[in-house]
C-alpha cells in the first residue's frame, strides 16, 4: 500500500487492550490474538515461498529450508543485459514462479490427515550454479492445468502474470542468445495468448528488435512508428526508437 | 537542446531481497492468514491464499515501506480473497455453541477463549466487525484502514465507535451468561 503519510490522526482512540477494556473483554481480544495456522501450515507457506521459517520463540528456531529459487531468480538477474529493465519490474514474479511448482507437489502428495506439528523437510538439493544457457520454450503453463483444481483456485490471479513473465523471459534469453528468430516466435506466441498483456509493450519492443536483427526492417520500422506514437515519452519507446534508428521524440 | 537518446539509463538491477521477504513473512503471516479466515476462507483456502499475497508482496518489495508491511499485506490479502469471490461471513455459531463453550471452558480456557471471542465478534454487524477487527486486534492504524477499505477516515471512527459499543455489548452479555452457568 503506497499511502502518503502513516501518521496516525490525533482522534485515534486507544485501543481497547491499552485502555479500559474490562477482563473478560481483554481475554476475547487476546484470544483472538491466539488465532493462527498449524505450525505445518506455516511450514508449508514457508516452503512454498522459498525461505526460512522461524518457529516460535520459545523453541529452537526450525528453518526450512529454500528450494532452488534463489539460484533461479538471481541467474535470471544475470541474463538480462540486452532488455534489463524487462525483468526489473518482474523479477520477483519469478520467485511467485516456484510456488505454483511447490503448490502443485503439494496437490500430487498424497493427502496428509495429521501432518506432524513441525515438520522441517530435508534440504533440497543443491540447484545448479549456472542456468541453462539455452533455455527450451516455455511449456504451455503448468498453472492452467493446477488451476483446474478449486484447491489452488486462489493462483489464478496471479498465474496469469507468472506464464507472462516466463514467455517474456524466454524471449529476452533468446534475444540474449543471439536466436532473433526464436526470439520472435516466442514473441509472438505471447502477443497472441495475451492480446492486452501486462507486458505487451516489452514484448513488442522485444519483437521490433528481433525483427531488426532478421533483417525485416521496414517491418521493424513500421512498428517501431506506431509503438513510440502510442508510448510516448516512456522508456521504451526511446529503446525502440533508437533500436529502429528513429529519431524519438 | 535535444538529448539524443543513445542510451536508457537501466534501473538497477535490484537482486530479489529474499531476507525481506522471509522477514515479512515470519512477521505477518499470522495476522494475513487470520484476516483470510475471518474473511470466510476455510483453512485450506486461507493457506492457498496467503502464499498468493507474499507472491504479491515479493513482486513489490521495493515499494513496500517498512512500516507500511502489514497494511499492505492485509490489504493485498483482502483482494485476493476478493478475487476469490468471498464475502466477509459472520460467524456461524449457534446457541448450541454456547453450551458447548461452557463445558469447554475449564477443559481447555485458551480454545475456549478462542471460541468465545468469535462468538462475540459474530454479534458484531458484519459492516462494523471488519474495521474493529483491524484496528483493536490486528493493530492497524485508522489511516491504514481507510486506505484498506476505501472508506473515509470518519468512517473508520464511526463504524470502529460502533463496533465496540456492540462488541462490549455482546462481551458483557456472554460473560453474564456464563457466570450464570457457572453459577447454576
Known amino acids: 500500500m503506497n499511502r502518503p503519510s502513516a501518521d496516525q490522526p490525533p482522534a485515534a482512540p486507544d485501543r481497547l487492550l491499552a485502555s479500559d477494556a474490562t477482563d473478560f473483554e481483554r481475554r476475547m481480544l487476546e484470544a483472538a490474538l491466539q488465532k493462527k495456522p498449524s505450525s505445518a501450515a506455516s511450514s508449508r507457506m514457508a516452503k512454498a515461498l522459498g525461505v526460512a521459517m522461524t518457529i516460535g520463540t520459545t523453541t529452537t528456531a526450525t528453518t526450512v529450508a529454500a528450494g532452488a529459487t534463489v539460484t533461479k531468480v538471481a541467474a535470471t ?17 519469478v520467485v511467485g514462479g516456484a510456488v505454483i511448482g511447490t503448490r502443485a507437489g503439494r496437490e500430487a502428495r498424497p493427502p496428509q490427515s495429521s501432518p506432524p506439528a513441525v515438520t522441517v523437510p530435508a534440504p533440497a538439493p543443491p540447484a545448479p550454479a549456472t542456468a541453462p544457457a539455452k533455455p527450451a520454450l516455455p511449456p504451455e503453463p503448468p498453472a492452467r492445468a493446477v488451476t483446474s483444481s478449486p484447491r489452488v483456485r486462489a493462483a489464478t490471479a496471479t498465474s496469469e502474470l507468472r506464464e507472462q513473465v516466463a514467455l517474456l523471459d524466454s524471449a529476452r534469453q533468446a534475444m540474449s542468445d543471439g536466436e532473433s528468430r526464436r526470439t520472435l516466435e ?6 497472441d495468448r495475451y492480446p492486452s498483456g501486462t507486458f505487451r509493450p516489452e514484448a513488442t519492443a522485444i ?7 532478421v533483417g525485416r526492417e521496414t517491418e521493424a520500422r513500421a512498428l517501431a512508428e506506431r509503438f513510440v506514437a502510442e508510448n510516448r515519452g516512456s522508456l521504451l519507446a526511446k529503446r525502440v526508437a533508437d533500436v529502429a534508428g528513429l529519431t524519438a521524440r | 537542446m535535444a538529448a539524443p ?4 539509463p537501466a534501473p538497477a538491477v535490484a537482486e530479489v531481497d529474499r531476507t525481506r521477504l522471509e522477514s515479512i513473512f515470519n512477521a505477518h503471516h499470522v495476522s494475513v492468514w ?3 479466515r475471518r474473511r470466510g476462507l476455510s483453512a485450506e483456502a486461507a493457506e492457498d491464499a496467503t502464499q498468493e499475497t507474499f507472491v504479491l508482496a515479493a513482486e513489490k518489495l521495493d515499494a ?20 476469490l469471490g468471498r464475502k466477509t461471513v459472520r460467524w456461524e455459531l449457534d446457541e448450541d455453541m454456547d453450551q458447548r463453550l461452557s463445558a469447554n471452558r475449564d477443559a481447555s480456557d485458551k480454545r475456549a477463549d478462542m471460541q468465545l471471542c468469535d462468538l462475540v465478534l459474530s454479534k458484531v454487524d458484519p459492516d462494523l466487525v471488519e474495521v474493529f477487527v483491524l484496528y483493536e486486534i490486528e493493530g492497524l492504524t485508522s489511516p491504514e484502514i481507510a486506505e484498506l477499505l476505501q472508506i473515509p477516515l470518519g468512517s473508520v471512527a464511526s463504524r470502529l465507535r460502533r463496533a465496540r459499543e456492540q462488541f462490549r455489548d455482546a462481551a458483557a452479555r456472554i460473560e453474564k451468561s456464563l457466570q450464570k452457568e457457572g453459577n447454576s
Open chain 1, 186 to 191: 516466442i514473441v509472438r506466441r505471447y502477443l
Open chain 1, 207 to 213: 519483437q521490433i528488435e528481433a525483427l531488426m536483427k
Open chain 2, 5 to 8: 537518446a543513445e542510451r536508457i
Open chain 2, 64 to 83: 513496500i515501506r517498512p512500516e507500511s508491511e502489514r497494511s499492505f499485506l492485509i490489504a493485498t490479502a483482502l483482494r485476493v480473497a476478493h478475487t
Open chain 2, 34 to 36: 487470520r484476516a483470510l
Open chain 1, 77 to 93: 538477474a544475470g541474463a538480462t543485459a540486452a532488455w534489463p529493465w524487462v525483468t526489473v519490474g518482474v523479477l520477483g514474479l
